[in-house]
Each structure stands twice: as structure tokens, then as C-alpha cells.
């Protein structure tokens, strides 16, 4: 199978900075995602890496090892509504690019 | 960035009826919709890929016949859950996908009584 790991819960303070890692199957990747979902919503795009490196997006960046299959979603700065779960998800080479997701990781920002 | 609809955001019916989703992309068009369900604090679980003019391909595990889809143009796609179930209760998300990414819909919340 294609599993996607990442910590289940995790726990910050606002203000600080928090990283939530992600390990994936390395074979057939095409790229990794990462989104946010709050409780009761849909998932909303937060970033896309296909190489390796650090993408940088004001307080939110995401890093990429292909070789390592790792990939990790750095939170600067914590704000009480960065309380959320964080989805990692990979796209493997199949026709139609489908995601297959990680279990999330549930972040709580408390004061 | 793009734009994904869903209707309804919620619905709740009787057990043995049918429910029909469905997902909209408003402003672009998407030859590729994906299906999926959420259960309480689990993450995303991909049903079926939707295909504009061809058959769903569906997940492993995934009946067919019970969740049937249809991709009727380049910005709809339904998904009908037939002779639904209480286990059939859960979150349903569409996703629509461009060069880049997908953009996931709102969400169908479904509860069957």
C-alpha cells in the first residue's frame, strides 16, 4: 500500500512555531500536498512540493526530501486559528493524479 | 484560487431512499472530479475518480452500484448514494482537479435515520 504517516495530535502555544512531519512510500511519487482542514469543513490548499527544498509562503513553509521520502509543514508565528488538522497528501504516478491522504494530524494552539 | 460547489451541504433521509450530491466546478473545467467520504476525526478516503464522458474508476472496496456517479459535462459530476444506509452516514467531498492541484468542494454532510 501507499502509507502516509504523521503524528496524530500535536499540541502548540500562540506565537511559538510547531513542525508536523510526514513520511511517505517513495515509490511512484509525483508530488506532495499539504491542507488544512477545521472541523466540519472542507480541506483548503496550503502548499504543493515536487522538489526537494523549503516552499515558503508567509508563516506557513513546507519541505521536501524526495530521497528520504519526508516531508515536514513548518507553522511560524501560531494564531489561536491555526487550531486545525493538517492533511499531508501525496499524488503517485497513476492516470488521473489522485491524492492519497495521511490520517491528519490535529493541532491545538492554545493560549 | 478556484472555486468548488457542493448541494446540498447537508442532508438527512430515511433509511432505503436515495440521495443524490452534487459537485460543480465554477470556474474552470475539470475532465477529472474525485470522490470522497469522511468519517468523524479520520482523515480522507478517496471512493471513486470521476471521468467526463467515461465510467467512474472506483476505490477498492467500493461498491458501484450502491454509489453510483455520473459526469455529466466538464463542470458537474453527482455522486447518488442509492438505498442509503445509517452506515452510509458521513461526510462526502468532491474535489475538482487543474494542472496544479485539486480544490475540494464544501462538503455534503449525510445523516440516514
Known amino acids: 500500500g501507499q502509507n502516509i504517516d504523521q503524528p496524530t495530535e500535536m499540541t502548540a502555544t500562540e506565537g511559538a512555531i510547531v513542525q508536523i512531519n510526514c513520511t511517505y512510500q517513495t515509490s511512484g511519487f509525483n508530488g506532495l500536498f499539504w491542507y488544512q482542514q477545521h472541523a466540519g469543513e472542507a480541506p483548503t490548499f496550503l502548499s504543493y512540493?515536487?522538489?526537494?527544498g523549503l516552499e515558503e509562503k508567509g508563516r506557513f513553509s513546507s519541505f521536501l526530501s524526495r530521497s528520504k521520502g519526508y516531508s515536514y509543514l513548518l507553522l511560524k508565528e501560531l494564531q489561536m486559528k491555526d487550531s486545525a488538522s493538517y492533511l499531508c497528501?501525496?499524488?503517485?504516478?497513476?492516470?488521473?493524479?489522485?491524492?492519497?491522504f495521511g490520517t491528519g494530524t490535529r493541532l491545538l494552539v492554545s493560549p | 484560487g478556484a472555486v468548488v460547489s457542493q448541494h446540498p451541504s447537508w442532508v438527512i433521509c430515511k433509511s432505503g431512499t436515495s440521495v443524490k450530491i452534487e459537485c460543480r466546478s465554477l470556474d474552470f473545467q475539470a475532465t477529472t472530479m474525485f470522490w470522497y467520504r469522511q468519517f468523524p476525526k479520520q482523515s480522507l478516503m478517496l471512493m471513486a475518480t470521476s471521468n467526463e464522458g467515461s465510467k467512474a474508476t472506483y476505490e477498492q472496496g467500493v461498491e458501484k452500484d450502491k454509489f453510483l456517479i455520473n459526469h455529466a459535462s466538464l463542470t458537474l459530476s453527482t455522486l447518488t448514494v442509492t438505498s442509503a444506509h445509517p452506515e452510509d452516514s458521513s461526510f462526502y467531498i468532491c474535489?475538482?482537479?487543474?494542472?496544479?492541484?485539486?480544490?475540494f468542494g464544501p462538503g455534503t454532510r449525510l445523516l440516514v435515520l
Open positions: 497528501a501525496v499524488s503517485y504516478n497513476t492516470g488521473f493524479q489522485k491524492l492519497v
Open positions: 474535489s475538482a482537479r487543474d494542472q496544479r492541484t485539486q480544490y
Open positions: 512540493n515536487v522538489l526537494d
